[in-house]
Every structure is written in C-alpha cells, then in structure tokens.
C-alpha cells in the first residue's frame, strides 16, 4: 500500500486528490497538511469527507509526513521548490501540482512568475508530468512537475500534428475556455459570484504564464521552435476546460486516421467521430480528455476538452504516482463522466 501525503489539502486539487485516492486500491492517505487548519478535524471542515476521512489536518513541519511514500505537494508557486529536498532526501517520492519544476529555464521561470528559482539543480532533474507524452521518464523520476490545466489541453491536441511535421509550426492560435475552478480557492474580487455570473470574458491574452509551459513541450515534441497566440477566458461554471486549436496544414493526408492511430493506446484520449464535438459535461468528474478534429482545405480545428481540476491537474497527478510505483496508469481513475 502506497503511504500518500498532501501538504496543501484544503484547496480544489487537494481536495480531489482525496476524493480520487480514497477509491484507489493500493493508496491510503495518511498525512493532510493545512496550516491554517493544523490540529481541526477534516470531517469538520469538509462534512462532505464523513465516513471516509478519519483524520486532522498537520502542519508541513510534523514528522508523520517522513512516514510516507509519495508527498503531492498542491500549494501555489514558490512553496515546493523551497520544501522538497528535505523529502527527496528521505527517498520520499514528489508530484507538486504548482508551477515551481514545469518550465527548465530558472531565468524564464523567473520572469514569469515574479520571484528567482531557489533550487536549479532540482530543476533540471525534475520530469514533466504529461503521460501521454513522457511516459518512460516518468516511470524513473522521483520529483514530478504536474502540468498546468491550459498546456495539457493544448498539447494533447497537437502532439500528433507536431510529431508528424505536418503543421506551421509559427501560426497556430489557441483560443481556451475554463471554469472558475482554475483560479483556485483563494479569496478573489475576479472570481466572486456576481463578477462572474452570465458573463464570459479573455484575460491574460497571449501572457498567461501557462504559455512558456507549453510552447516548451510542443518545442521538445516537434524538434523545432513552436509558437503559438494563447487567449485564456472564463466562463461561469465551476470546472471544464475547451481548447480550440486552429492550424495550417502543410500536408493533405486523413487528420482523423491520424489521431486514432497516435492514441489508440492512451486510455484516457478519446478520438470523438468527425460528426460529434466535445463538450466540458462529456468529462466532467473523469481524467479523460476527448477530441474531436475538423477540416476544411488547408486549415485545421481541433478541440479538446478536459476536466480541469482531474485530468488538468489531481487525475494527472495520481496517472503519474502509478506510473512512479509501477502500476497500472489508470487505477483509481476509471470513473465514467456524469451523465446529464
């Protein structure tokens, strides 16, 4: 049985974290941290968790958490990267749902997140967390940089393309629609009920720092420069996630075969037929994402869709923790969509 910490429990990844794990057969949980909520039981601030969790929340100082196989560490950036060695060190396994390990360069980093990387050679070791895409990396690593919600949408979409070189590599546009869930559990004027309700609204157009994120994978992935214009929105429902991808083609051959062919092996990809789109409510609550591609002429639509706080973020994050331990990748993870 695989013994699970998670230092930052209180929020929506946290919390799906132990809503997933609870049903997985060869996970416990046995240490959820909380500052704020060191010493309370976590039945008493989550009544939902009832009958299942028989637990109070610790601080990420206590000792408890050096009894455990695997920390998942779902805080905001800047927390893990000054946090985990003292875990490594203790052979303690890491997945951190933040940002602090996905972007290689510590300057780029730096830029974009407003405050200098602590811990470059930790850094250059870490292995980012996308299965579909380094999945043998994953099997060996022992500190994991769970991807952003936005590039796993966006990458899944593209990687056939790129790995084929069948695309303009400098002209692809992602437009993107998620729910409010993304902006996290934190107290936000933005995000409050009547700010967002019956409204649909673009923010960080083309510098959202998921950007770097992605265009770093889609590089690696095609073996050549990749760029791409990101406009982020928000849409009033509380989680989802819609890419829509537009690309020129560079080659006339059946986009369709294509990616039924490239992920007839990924469990949790599913091609949809060329006459069905994807919508949010069809992966609502699952860690799969479905996609669907048009065409006309030499121009490309593919859209992806995710559930953003599972396969954007805690489902990934349990993907990568069985591929760790040498486990099936979808145990814990087969749950089907909610039905309308």
Partial sequence: MIKVGIIGSTGYTGLEL???????????????????????????????LIGYIDLDFITPNEKKLFECD?????????VAMNSVSKFLNKDIKIIDLGADFRIKDSTEWSKWYGMPHTQCDLLKNAVYGLPEVYNSQIKNATLIANPGCYPTAIILALKPLLETNIINTKSIIADCKSGVSGAGRSTNIATLFCEINESLKPYNVNQHRHKPEAQQVLTDIAGKEVNFFFTPHLVPMTRGMLASIYVDLTKDINVQKLFEKHYQNNRFIHILPTNIYPQTKSVKGTNNCHISIQKSNNKLIIMSVIDNIIKGASGQAIQNMNLMFGLDEGLGLEQIGLLP
Avoid at 21 to 41: D, E, G, V
Avoid at 70 to 78: K, Q, V
């Fill in 18 to 48: 132990i809503r997933l794990l609870h049903n997985h057969p060869n996970a416990k949980i046995i240490a959820l941290c909380s500052r704020i909520n060191a010493k309370k039981s976590v039945i008493k601030e989550f009544p939902s």
């Fill in 70 to 78: 695997i920390i998942f560490f779902a805080t905001p950036h800047g």
